[in-house]
C-alpha cells in the first residue's frame, strides 16, 4: 500500500501537519511512558519491595527478551491486519490501555513475581504493540518528500515529552522523598504514594497517546491493502537468501545506525552521574538542560527534517554527524573540582543532548525510506532488535573504560562515544540517498 497521497506542492499541507500533530502526541506518550517505565519500575522493587539488584537484572532481562520477539511479531501482525479501523489504529488503543494500566497497577503491587508478570509480560505486550504500529504508521502516512517534515514535528513532541518526564525526575525526591539510612550513608526513598503518583502519571500518558492514536489517526481503506498472509508465510519470504538481496540498502543503514547508536550507549550509562556529580545547583542545571539544550535539540531536529526534505538525506546527516560529534568530544574540558568550567557546561551540554535525542528522526526517515512498502512492521522489528546489539556493545564499552568510584573517569565516556559518532559517518555515506528532489520544496 502506498502512503497516503497528497497533490503534488510546495507546503505541507494542514491535512499532513494535523496527522504529524496526532502521530506526534502518540510519541508524546510513549516518550513519558519509557522515562518512568525505565527509571521508576526498578527503583520501586529496591525501595519498597526492598529486593536485591539480582531480582532487578532478572525483570530487565525478561523484558528486554521480551520486546525483541513481541514488536517483531506484532509488526507482521499490524501489517496483515485488515480491519474497518484500520492496520495500524486498533495496536494504539489495545497497547496504550493495557501497557497504561499495568504501569498503574505496579504502583499498588507487594509481590514480586506480579511485578515481573506486569513489567516483563503484560507491558512488553502492550508496549510492544503499540510502539510497532506508530513506527510503521509514519511511511504509511507520509510519502517520502514530506516525511523528513512530518518526523521532524513527531519527535520535537516526544521530546517535549522528554522534557516533562526529566523534570518530574528531577523534583521527584523533593516532592515524594524521604531519608533512611543505609549503612554509613543517608540516601532518599520516594515513598509508594510517590510512586502511585509518579506511575499513575507515566501510564495515563499512553492511555491518551493510544486513544488519540484510534480516533485521531487517518489510514487509507483496507481494500487497498495486498492480500493478508500467515505469520509462518512472511517469516520464509523475509529470511529467503533472495529476498534479503533485495533489501541490501535496508541492511546497510542498519549498520550505519548500529554503530551511531553505539556511541549514544557508551554516553548514556553514565550520563546522569557526570551530570549530577558536577557542582552545579538545580537553577545551574535546570539552565543547562531544560533553557539551553532541550530548545536547540527542537530546533536542530525540525531542521534536520526539514533540510533531508529539500536537499536529500544523504547531504544532512555526515555533516551534522561531524560537527555534534566535535563538540560531545571536548564535553570532559568541563573539568571538575577548581577547574569546573561552568560556560563549558552551557556550550557542550547542547552538543550532548543533540546527540542523544537530535539525529532520531533524520535517521528514521532515512530508514523508513528503505522499508518495503508491504512489510513495514516485521522490518522495523528487524531494526528494532539491531539496536539492542548496540546498547550491549556500548555499555560493554562503557563499563570498561569507567571507574565507578573515580569521577574523573566519567567524561571518558563523551569523547569515546563521539568516535562512534564519526565512525558512522563513512557508512552513512555507502547508503544510497532516497530522496534526490529536483524541486526543492
Not at 506542492?9 to 517505565?37: P, Y
Not at 522493587?45 to 513481541?70: C, D, R, T, Y
Request: hydrophobic share 50%; proline share 4%; with cysteine.
Amino acid at each position: 500500500m502506498e502512503a497516503i497521497k497528497e497533490p503534488k506542492q510546495r507546503k505541507f499541507s494542514r491535512f499532513l501537519l494535523l496527522q504529524a500533530l496526532v502521530i506526534g502526541f502518540i510519541k508524546m506518550g510513549e516518550s513519558v511512558f519509557f522515562f518512568f517505565e525505565q527509571n521508576y519500575l526498578n527503583l520501586y522493587l529496591v525501595q519498597v519491595l526492598n529486593k536485591e539488584a539480582i531480582f532487578v537484572s532478572i525483570m530487565v532481562s525478561v523484558s528486554a527478551v521480551m520486546g525483541l520477539i513481541l514488536q517483531f511479531l506484532f509488526g507482521i501482525i499490524s501489517d496483515n491486519t485488515r480491519t474497518k479501523y484500520g492496520r495500524r489504529r486498533p495496536f494504539f488503543i489495545f497497547g496504550g490501555i493495557l501497557a497504561g494500566i499495568s504501569m498503574i497497577t505496579y504502583a499498588f503491587s507487594g509481590s514480586y513475581i506480579l511485578c515481573l508478570i506486569l513489567d516483563g509480560i503484560i507491558i512488553a505486550i502492550g508496549t510492544n504493540s503499540y510502539l510497532a504500529a506508530e513506527r510503521s504508521l509514519i511511511p504509511d502516512v507520509f510519502e517520502p518528500e514530506y516525511r523528513g517534515r512530518a518526523n521532524g514535528i513527531i519527535y520535537i513532541l516526544g521530546n517535549i515529552g522528554l522534557v516533562i518526564a526529566l523534570g518530574l525526575f528531577l523534583v521527584s525526591e523533593d516532592l515524594f522523598g524521604y531519608d533512611i539510612e543505609v549503612g554509613s550513608q543517608t540516601v532518599t526513598y520516594i515513598s509508594q504514594a510517590g510512586f502511585i503518583a509518579l506511575l499513575s502519571i507515566g501510564g495515563g500518558f499512553i492511555i491518551l497517546g493510544g486513544i488519540v492514536g484510534f480516533l485521531f489517526v487517518k489510514e487509507a481503506n483496507v481494500s487497498s491493502f495486498p492480500p493478508k498472509k500467515k505469520i509462518s508465510e512472511e517469516l520464509k519470504e523475509t529470511f529467503r537468501i533472495s529476498e534479503l538481496k533485495k533489501h541490501k540498502e535496508f541492511g546497510k543503514i542498519i549498520i550505519a545506525i548500529v554503530v551511531f547508536r553505539t556511541g549514544i550507549s557508551v554516553i548514556m550509562p553514565f550520563l546522569f552521574n557526570y551530570i549530577l556529580g558536577l557542582p552545579m545547583d538545580v537553577v545551574q542545571l535546570l539552565i543547562a538542560i531544560m533553557v539551553l539544550s532541550f530548545p536547540l535539540v527542537f530546533v536542530f531536529t525540525y531542521l534536520m527534517g526539514k533540510y533531508s526534505d529539500k536537499f536529500g538525506r544523504k547531504r544532512m546527516i555526515p555533516f551534522a554527524i561531524l560537527f555534534v560529534a566535535i563538540g560531545t568530544a571536548v564535553t570532559p574540558l568541563i573539568g571538575l573540582g577548581d577547574n569546573f568550567k561552568y560556560w563549558l557546561v552551557l556550550l557542550c551540554f547542547p552538543f550532548v543532548m543533540i546527540s542523544i535525542l537530535g539525529f532520531d528522526g533524520s535517521m528514521d526517515t532515512w530508514s523508513q525510506d528503505l522499508l518495503p512498502e508491504n512489510k513495514r512492521g516485521q522490518f522495523n522489528g528487524i531494526l528494532n532488535i539491531t539496536f539492542t546489539v548496540s546498547q550491549i556493545i556500548g555499555a560493554f564499552i562503557s563499563g570498561l573504560v569507567v571507574d565507578t568510584q573515580d569521577p574523573t573517569t566519567w567524561g571518558l565516556i563523551f569523547p569515546i562515544g563521539a568516535i562512534f559518532f564519526v565512525l558512522s559517518i563513512p557508512l552513512f555515506m555507502k547508503v544510497k540517498d532516497t530522496l534526490k528532489n529536483e524541486d526543492k520544496i
